[in-house]
């Protein structure tokens, strides 16, 4: 079977274009080849708990709204050209993200990780919700298919709490210092939102040389 791990934090809009991108493409091969696994990266760990408001974040981050438009350009042009739905203007608060992480890796452990980082994403791109929020991800969890008892667990459990902080750093100590981040067989890693036709190619020459292997 081809491992596929993808690092990916909640609030990168090229994770989500990296997503898309990658999901179109795998669903031209058979699924029993791959095993996809999500996982956390935070990209903004000294984040305020509580976030900050939106505006406010971008401007501190980028130097002023012009440059902050600038930035997001190409970022609305790939939104678009990839078809993905997406309302900017809603979002309000830019999260700590370390609580939504949380649910990616028990989403990952109940066979939920896509579902749950799919959701998190429309929940943040699109609705403009606040996905720091405890009682939003515990929804975000549900309509994911956790139950409301374990999702709610999620956020209680310290040793929990530490194995997330243990795999981001494990993966900040051997270099990794943005998402998305493909890695694939433990062995070939491939970075940033590729393209569809990128994924398409790299799956096609994965699964001729899976098939040769074991055939």
């Known amino acids: 079977m081809i491992k596929i791990i993808i690092l990916s934090d909640p609030i990168c809009p090229w994770c ?3 997503k898309k991108c990658f999901d179109e493409a795998i669903k031209q091969f058979e699924s029993h080849y791959f095993s996809i696994k999500w996982l956390p990266f ?8 509580e976030g900050m408001d939106r505006k406010n974040y971008l401007i501190k ?3 002023n709204e012009k440059k902050t438009t600038e930035v997001y350009t190409p970022i609305v042009n790939k939104f678009n050209e990839n078809k ?3 309302d900017l203007s809603k979002i309000k608060t830019t999260p700590n993200t370390f609580n939504a992480n949380q649910l990616i890796y028990w989403g990952q452990l109940e066979g939920k990780g896509n579902d749950v980082v799919e959701n998190l994403f429309k929940a943040y791109f699109l609705e403009g919700k606040n996905i720091g929020d405890i009682n939003c991800l515990i929804e975000i969890g549900m309509k994911s298919g956790l139950t409301k008892k374990i999702t709610s667990l999620v956020f209680a459990n310290a ?3 530490k194995i997330v902080q243990d795999i981001e750093n494990k993966y900040r100590k051997v ?7 493909f890695i694939i067989n433990n062995d070939y890693v491939v970075p ?3 393209s569809k036709e990128f994924w398409q190619e790299v799956l096609r020459e994965l699964t001729q040389k899976y098939r040769r292997m074991y055939s």
């Open 16 to 18: 989500y274009i990296g």
């Open 42 to 49: 935070q990209l903004n760990p000294n984040m305020p708990k």
């Open 61 to 63: 981050k980028f130097g």
């Open 84 to 86: 993905i739905d997406f």
């Open 159 to 161: 040793k929990d709490i």
């Open 175 to 181: 270099g990794v210092s943005g998402v998305p981040t």
């Open 192 to 194: 940033g939102a590729q």
